[in-house]
């Protein structure tokens, strides 16, 4: 047949010949290209049994399967029909992330609500969601019992049913062992006790994200419940803050709320875990300046509600809340450490949820029975709030040591007239005087 070139075979398995010599006769294929004859109508007993016929494998260039009779087809045969199968179903999903409420009053038990919701269809969540409760008995029987039969917190969030996958646990490390989140959502006074309980029981890639709403006086003026809790349990921390009233979250009325939070994915994780079509969250950077918004609002909310018992009116309501948003972006700026900017306090955590407490909120409502009464904060929070404590005039006190520590109490009139009404026996009908001499008017 004479020499072959270097390139001695084809695509089609054919021998080329050598440059001038005569073309080689076409060596014997290994597969017949004759045509093959249609199938008789009737079907035969493999395909009866839901198997693929012989002759299905052929096509009319005469290809077979990838091996037939011990005869090797060609590669690009075999790699087609390779390519053509479906890919192999992904690998089983572990058991998603754990998450635990420490905490059960009446905003943690309507965050249960959206939790446990969203926990049970979304696989990246353990369904189970653990759920903190001060143990106390309501009507002879044991809250958590009740929470955990009734699917109800009758006595903080009575009416609001929760998903069966919310479980009370009135034992605080058992409730919250294995936790990969931790939702913080108890007052602020009671957070120390609760993180010296949790020190050491807590896994260190735990995601922690702190509700509550407060501050606390540290060595350097201001210290944040987030950085108690970082201190203590050793956690990466987030805060979510907003106008966010519990009964009407957990009516699934509309609303917003502000993630603050530093590091993105846990911004992300945080953010599919808490919104809903209702319940609308966004994420920004700026934590600190989140939860300080959380915070002051309380103590301008008390404010408010003095106007309202004194019968003051909307106009000066309005111009308690414009000073009191002034004074609390100033303070952000004092005492952040990172940046402080003014489209956080645009943020549903910062003027929405200052509107929100100012007109709806239980700091405003026991604010104005003060004024109207005469009876005492201790007494009108026993009365009035079914067991729940009031935020504002506890931390208008913890600011006004701390402002008196670093001498700027001539700056913050309206915080400073809150505490000195509340605790030093300043008659509330002097509260006007900080609105008419504040340094806005200056």
Known sequence: MGSLGKDWRGSQGRARPAEGEDKAPPLPSRVSTAPIPAPAPRR????????????????????????????????????????????????????????????????????????????????????????????EEVGGKK???????????????????????????????????????????????????????????????????????????????????????????????SVLMGANIANEVA???????????????????LKELMQTHNFRVTVVPEAETVEICGALKNVVA??????????????????????????????????????????????????ADLITTCYGGRNRRVAEAFARTGKSIEQLEKELLNGQKLQGPQTSAELNHILKHKNLLEKFPLFTAVYQICYEGKPIADFIKCLQNHPAHM
């Open 44 to 135: 035969g007993p493999s395909e009866r049994r839901g198997l693929r016929p012989l002759w299905a494998w052929f096509s009319g260039r005469g290809r077979g399967p990838p091996c037939m009779w011990g005869v090797k087809c060609p590669q690009s045969w075999w790699r087609g029909a390779v390519a053509a199968r479906p890919p192999p179903p992904p690998p089983p999903t572990m058991g998603g992330r754990k998450v635990c409420i420490v905490g059960s009053g009446n905003w943690g038990s309507a965050i249960a609500k959206i939790v446990g919701s969203n926990a049970a269809r979304l696989e990246q969540f353990d369904t189970m969601v653990n759920m903190w409760v001060f143990e």
């Open 143 to 237: 809250l958590t019992e009740i929470i955990n039969t009734q699917h109800e917190n009758v006595k903080y969030l009575p009416g609001h049913k929760l998903p069966p996958n919310v479980v009370a646990v009135p034992d605080l490390l058992k409730a919250a062992a294995g936790a990969d989140i931790l939702i913080f959502v108890v007052p602020h006074q009671f957070i120390g006790k609760l993180c010296e309980q949790l020190k050491d029981h807590v896994k260190k890639e735990t995601i922690g994200v702190s509700l509550i709403k407060g501050v606390d006086e540290g060595p350097e003026g201001l210290k944040l419940i987030s950085h108690i809790i970082r201190e203590w349990l050793g956690i990466e921390m």
């Open 251 to 269: 009516e699934e009325k509309f609303c917003e709320t502000t993630i603050g939070c530093k590091n993105l994915e846990h911004g992300h994780i």
């Open 302 to 351: 008390v404010g408010a509600g003095f106007c309202d018992g004194l019968s003051f009116g909307d106009n000066t309501k309005a111009a308690v809340i414009r000073l009191g948003l002034m004074e609390m972006i100033t303070f952000a700026k004092l005492f952040c450490k990172g940046p402080v900017t003014s489209t956080t306090f645009l943020e549903s955590c910062g003027i």
